[in-house]
């Protein structure tokens, strides 16, 4: 019996010793140039591969764009955006899975896809989102003709739920909660609620006094009428040579007067009935508007966006690391 034990343990020597050199041999063998590079190759596209699928259905890095945010986000914070909020994209724009059913909530910070983006085709929209993705935000190769960034997807804040109707009035915001009969300002119905008092207005409210006056001549320079009231001339002085903040505010007021200089405008007078409405929000659609009110591209100029547009929520803020952290 003791030699069959020595014969089976000079055969397993043999036997690992022989495996332990031919592993040792492939070993060196692979260590060329030709294996180290497919080595990292191979390192790279999965680590590429599993970035893609982590922004795609987990969570994904956004760059602030623009400063509609102002001063809830600056331009150029870069911060993290769940995807699983309100459900996962199969692919960038494409159809939801893994939908939790959870609504869109009142002062959530949401990403959504441009309604105004003017698109390149499918493919392009879809390569440069994985582009995007796949760097990490570091990479956009979706660019205006002036060379910018196109803004295919925009941050604001979830101002307006189903029900809401919103009107606009000289940068303040009046909305008439579903169920309620009367409007109030959005500020004393977030103070009363305990919403962020993020939002703001951050041109001086005498700014509108000058843009009311410079929305009327312009009207009047739109039906060749040279003549204008002095106190007008007078009241444009005070911001002649700045830039227009509120447009919104600029078209209302000049629909508006347009309809007194000519009431059979029927489609000044269509503009202007659109305006004193106001916005109203209905089932399944949120209209989002930035926290700086006087210089956002929102809500105001391309209504209601479906939930089934919105993308994802923003958690927080990454960098910069000194102001790194959630979002009020």
């Not at 760059?63 to 509609?68: A, E, K, L």
């Not at 600056?74 to 494409?94: C, I, Q, T």
């Not at 009231?229 to 000049?254: C, S, W």
């Amino acid at each position: 019996m003791e030699r069959v034990y020595a014969f089976l343990e000079r055969k397993t020597e043999r036997y690992l010793t022989r495996r332990k050199a031919e592993k040792q041999a492939a070993r060196e063998k692979e260590r060329t140039l030709k294996g180290e590079v497919l080595s990292w190759v191979d390192a790279f596209v999965f680590a590429i591969i599993a970035v893609l699928l982590i922004n795609q259905y987990l969570f994904q890095l956004f760059v602030i764009p623009s400063p509609s945010m102002v001063d809830t986000i600056e331009v150029g914070d870069r911060v993290v955006v769940s995807k699983l909020a309100y459900g996962s994209e199969v692919y960038p724009a494409g159809p939801k899975i893994l939908d939790t059913g959870k609504d869109v909530q009142r002062d959530d910070v949401i990403t959504f896809y441009n309604p105004e983006y003017e698109s390149r085709g499918p493919v392009f929209d879809v390569l440069s989102q994985i582009v995007y993705m796949g760097t990490l935000s570091l990479v956009n190769i979706d660019r205006n003709s002036d060379g910018t960034v196109a803004e295919r997807l925009f941050v604001k804040r979830a101002a307006g739920l189903p029900g809401d109707q919103v009107l606009f009035v000289d940068g303040d915001v009046m909305i008439r909660p579903a169920g309620y009969g009367d409007f109030v300002s959005e500020m004393d119905w977030r103070e009363a609620n305990g919403l962020s008092l993020a939002p703001q207005r951050l041109l001086d409210e005498d700014y509108y006094t000058g843009l009311d006056a410079f929305s009327r001549l312009y009207a009047l320079q739109e039906r060749g009428i040279t003549s204008a009231p002095n106190h007008l001339v007078k009241d444009y002085g005070t911001i002649q040579g700045t830039n227009v903040g509120d447009m919104y505010a600029f078209e209302k007021d000049r629909s508006l007067y347009s309809t007194l200089i000519d009431p059979s405008d029927t489609e000044a007078r269509s503009q202007a009935s659109v305006y004193r409405a106001g916005i109203y929000v209905p089932e399944n659609y949120v209209l989002p508007l930035g926290d700086n009110r006087d210089n956002s591209r929102d809500g105001r100029y391309f209504g209601p966006v479906s939930e089934e547009e919105i993308n994802g929520r923003v958690l927080f803020r990454f960098w910069p690391i000194t102001r790194a952290g959630g979002l009020e």
